[in-house]
């Protein structure tokens, strides 16, 4: 007798119509401390390793009623995508091109009857080093898929993991929001850099919270600057109100948290509507970003605001209608972009 197997968790599935094996079957899995469930039916069989996620190994027979082996198997691995379930095939037949079908179909292992308790057992063992390694592999997919969607937007991480090589989307409209923490450089020089790091990170973290409540995208942060775009790259008809919104809660944020600051936080913002490019750059390091004049208007709006100003284009002013309360600047020569009509942002209706 071979000594049993440290006993698992999961079920192991005998499907087979022939009682005398599926006895033989059973007593010798069960022996090695597994749990067994039987069944002679191969549609039986297929419903109970679809719908109990804790299968992960079938032992299955070539010929049985309502569905064979065969077929099972090909269902098998073609519709159960949660786990891996270990297909060890038991058949009388012993002829090469028979072995190769059930190959095709998608079985792992064979077993010939008279089933051979060692045989058997060296199968199942084989199996479980496999489904180890199949978890492992899993698991390090998971942490891979999770690290693309915390530095891609999800539509554009679904997209790179489809097989997409180049990404790059026009959109007619879109509203973008560029912000400058004023005094940043001076601030840096005075400060120890762990204490920096984590002081900037915790005030960063605010954004993405009124990022995510809004459904905007954050496009980038490079050391002071912070890039959000609306529209991209999911399409938002109000993306302009949205953006406007993020402008006025961030400031509202700040000046929360500037009641408890012996060192006050200051901010410029800009914002501005119209057409971008955006798309995926990189080949090592991937980065999600967005080009094209209306993030250069925004940048230089953000430039041309004062403390704690929301300077936003007149395109936007003109999308957000009469829902937000807004002052007339003089107009401003923007670099690059000639004299513009300028509004400043100061809250919403």
């Known amino acids: 007798m071979i000594p049993p197997a440290s006993p698992v968790k999961t079920k192991i599935l005998i499907a087979d119509d022939d009682p005398v094996s599926q006895s033989i079957l059973s007593d010798l899995v069960q022996n090695q401390g597994y749990e067994v469930v039987l069944t002679s039916n191969g549609t039986d069989a297929w419903k109970?390793?679809?719908?109990?996620p804790s299968f992960h190994v079938a032992f299955i027979d070539w010929m049985m009623p309502g569905m064979d082996g065969p077929t099972l198997c090909t269902k098998i691995k073609a519709e159960?995508?949660?786990?891996?379930?270990?297909?060890?095939?038991?058949?009388?037949?012993?002829?090469?091109?028979?072995?190769?079908?059930?190959m095709e179909a998608g079985a792992d292992e064979f077993i010939s009857k008279p089933v051979h308790e060692g045989e058997l057992i060296s199968r199942l063992r084989a199996g479980e080093r496999m489904l180890k390694y199949e978890k492992r592999l899993r698991a390090e997919m998971a942490r891979s898929d999770e690290l693309l969607m915390n530095v891609m937007p999800p539509r554009i991480a679904e997209r790179l993991k489809a097989g997409e090589r180049y990404i790059a989307d026009i959109f007619p409209s879109a509203s973008i929001l560029f912000l400058d923490i004023v005094g940043f450089t001076d601030w840096c020089l005075r400060m120890d850099a762990m204490a920096m790091v984590e002081q900037l990170n915790s005030l960063f973290a605010l954004f993405d919270v009124e990022i995510n409540r809004l459904g905007l995208e954050k496009i980038k942060s490079i050391g002071d600057a912070y890039m959000v775009a609306g529209g991209v790259p999911n399409p938002q008809p109000d993306h302009a109100h949205a953006v406007a919104r993020l402008g006025l809660a961030i400031q509202s944020r700040?000046?929360?948290?500037?009641?408890?600051?012996?060192?006050?936080?200051?901010?410029?913002?800009?914002?501005?509507?119209?057409?971008v490019v955006a798309g995926v750059i990189g080949q090592k390091r991937f980065i999600y970003d967005v080009w094209g004049d209306t993030v250069n208007n925004a940048s230089r709006l953000e430039n041309a605001a004062g403390t704690n100003e929301i300077l936003i284009s007149d395109s936007t002013r003109?999308?957000?209608?009469?829902?937000?309360?807004?002052?007339?600047m003089p107009p401003m020569e923007l670099k690059g972009l000639g004299t513009q009509k300028v509004w400043k942002l100061i809250s919403e209706k």
């Open 48 to 52: 109970l390793l679809k719908s109990d």
């Open 80 to 102: 159960i995508t949660d786990r891996y379930v270990y297909a060890i095939m038991i058949t009388a037949k012993d002829h090469k091109n028979d072995l190769i079908q059930g």
């Open 254 to 275: 700040i000046a929360e948290m500037n009641k408890h600051r012996l060192q006050p936080w200051c901010i410029r913002t800009g914002i501005t509507t119209g057409p």
């Open 318 to 328: 003109q999308l957000l209608g009469s829902a937000f309360i807004c002052e007339s």
